[in-house]
């Protein structure tokens, strides 16, 4: 679609201004709870052009990200519902605006949460599953607030680390294999990590 190709030039050019690593906190906040476009493709255009800064980048993103995580949780807890079990204005205006969140996929995340819990976050957050589907979710759904925040943490920080850290040692090079081989490397990172926990508890 058009529109988010322009969006995501719109997004580029705030590498080259001064103001880019305000734009880069400002849209890992709102993305983690209204924002359709990730952070990754600013992150990625700073780091390249000040690979000395390349950490500080990741580091501020995920504290933008993490923030925008409980902002996203708080939408969800205080403002989803009108009354109990009825969706309210806000919420029916989320279903119109992010493309394929659902009543029935908001329903059926909940069953994710009663399955897999701590999981389900920390695959959103690295992933890349739109992160603030499940962070309103997770608000709406009263999902234990400290479990949520470590997860988000963990899972936000180790994405944008991963990134910048793959710039700071590489550089340049780096760009076209991360714009190509990220989200399969994201998916493969969790499986092996949750894999690893899966060992700890049921093995050792």
């Known amino acids: 679609m058009q529109w988010v190709r322009d969006l995501y030039d719109w997004v580029l050019k705030w590498s080259e201004s001064k103001y880019g690593t305000v734009a880069l906190v400002v849209m890992a906040f709102a993305e983690a709870s209204f924002f359709p476009i990730p952070p990754d493709i600013l992150l990625i255009a700073l780091a390249l052009g000040a690979r000395k800064k390349a950490i500080r980048y990741g580091i501020l993103c995920s504290l933008g990200s993490i923030v925008g995580a409980m902002f996203g949780f708080g939408i969800g807890y205080f403002l989803w519902w009108s009354n109990p079990g009825e969706f309210s204005g806000l919420a029916q205006f989320f279903f119109n605006i992010i493309p394929g969140f659902t009543q029935d996929l908001f329903y059926r995340i909940q069953e994710q949460y009663n399955a897999w819990n701590f999981w389900v976050i920390f695959t959103a957050g690295f ?12 608000g709406a759904f009263d999902i234990n607030f ?8 963990i899972s936000r920080s180790a994405r944008f680390l ?9 550089g340049e090079p ?3 294999f991360i714009d190509q081989y990220f989200n399969k490397l994201a998916i493969l990172f969790t499986v092996l990590l949750i894999g690893g926990f899966f060992i700890i508890r049921y093995i050792i």
């Open 127 to 138: 992933t890349p599953i739109p992160f603030k589907i499940f962070t309103i979710s997770a």
């Open 146 to 153: 400290s479990l949520f925040l470590i997860a988000s943490t």
């Open 162 to 170: 991963l990134v910048t850290g793959l710039i700071w040692k590489f």
């Open 174 to 176: 780096i760009r076209n």
